[in-house]
């Protein structure tokens, strides 16, 4: 507002209330961007006037079923539900973090599996300093989809610093989402989680190769544990070749597959501060798991 503003005319006609809402051009000489002023007696999504269903909000929150505010208020429990639960939808980058120090420079993402009607869906989570940052929806797990789905955190954290560039992120690994987010910030290094790594092997192991895949859990978390590039390196190579020992055909295999991804987790090197694991979104969506179950 500090940098002029200009009256810019008004929206179109709700359907709901028949009002009318001014809008400004904010910045007219530089960004141009355009705002809508939305009056206090009126909430959010045109739903009705504050005076009329701001007692019906009150209610709620000491429990009165919707179908009970339905009978009170002469409405429908729908209607009563979306009230009370969209109150707004607000950005969660936004609404998170107040200003742009504090913007994180090391993140982590996934996509948690659920259901829609009976659809699969794919909720792209992104996370940082055990806070979810980023959550959108996305009806397939190929590139398109999840890239309109992480989108979500990148515009609400563009809103707060334009110039903003992460530079790290930590994934499971899943191809599409790497190339998403290298599309979605072109200089970011994607790191690949070592844990998931180990549990590829895990998913394959069974009782009876139960004494082996203990001793390759010892010697992958020792590689882990190395405390320099070049340290990592010397026991990703020996551990290679020890791999191309083993007889067990489906362990080898996973075990081999990680020895090959050591571009991807040795780059976390040259960030100390990255993570190098997925724990940390894992943690959180088990919430949201809790949640939408």
């Known amino acids: ?16 209330t028949g009002l ?3 809008r400004i051009l904010v ?3 530089g960004s141009r961007t355009c705002y809508t002023i939305y009056p206090s007696f009126i909430f959010p999504y045109m739903r009705g006037r504050t005076d009329e269903l701001e007692k019906m909000v ?6 009165v079923p919707f179908w009970g505010l339905a009978y009170v208020f002469d409405k429908d429990p729908m209607f009563c539900y979306r009230t009370v639960s969209s109150i707004g939808r ?3 980058v936004g609404t998170t973090i107040k200003s742009t120090e504090k913007l994180p420079d090391n993140l982590v993402a996934d996509e948690k599996h659920t259901r829609i009607k009976g659809e699969k869906a794919y909720i792209a989570t992104t996370a940082a300093n055990e806070c979810i940052l980023g ?9 398109s989809g999840l890239k309109k789905a992480y989108g979500i955190f990148k515009s609400e954290a563009l809103d707060i610093c334009s110039k903003y560039l992460p ?4 994934t499971d690994g899943w191809l599409a989402t790497k190339k998403v987010w290298k599309s979605l910030f072109v200089n970011i290094l994607v790191i690949e989680c070592f844990l998931h790594a180990i549990l590829g092997i895990r998913n394959v192991a069974t009782r009876k190769t139960q004494e082996l895949f203990t001793e390759i859990l010892e010697k992958a978390w020792d590689v882990y544990h190395a405390e320099s590039l070049r340290s990592f390196s010397q026991r990703m190579r020996r551990l290679r070749e020890w791999a191309n020992k083993i007889e067990e055909g489906r362990l080898k295999n996973k075990l081999l597959k990680l020895c090959n991804k ?5 780059a976390a090197y040259s960030h100390p501060s990255a993570h190098r694991t997925s724990n940390m979104v894992d943690r959180l969506m088990d919430g949201m798991d809790r949640f939408i179950y």
């Open 167 to 170: 530079g790290t992120v930590n």
């Open 90 to 92: 607000f950005s969660v």
């Open 27 to 29: 910045d007219p000489k």
């Open 262 to 266: 050591k571009d991807f987790f040795a």
């Open 135 to 143: 959550v959108g929806v996305s009806k397939t797990a190929d590139e």
């Open 1 to 16: 507002m500090s940098k002029g503003y200009h009256l810019h005319g008004f929206t179109r006609e709700s359907a709901k």
């Open 20 to 22: 009318k809402f001014r």
């Open 58 to 63: 009150f209610l709620s929150q000491f429990g």
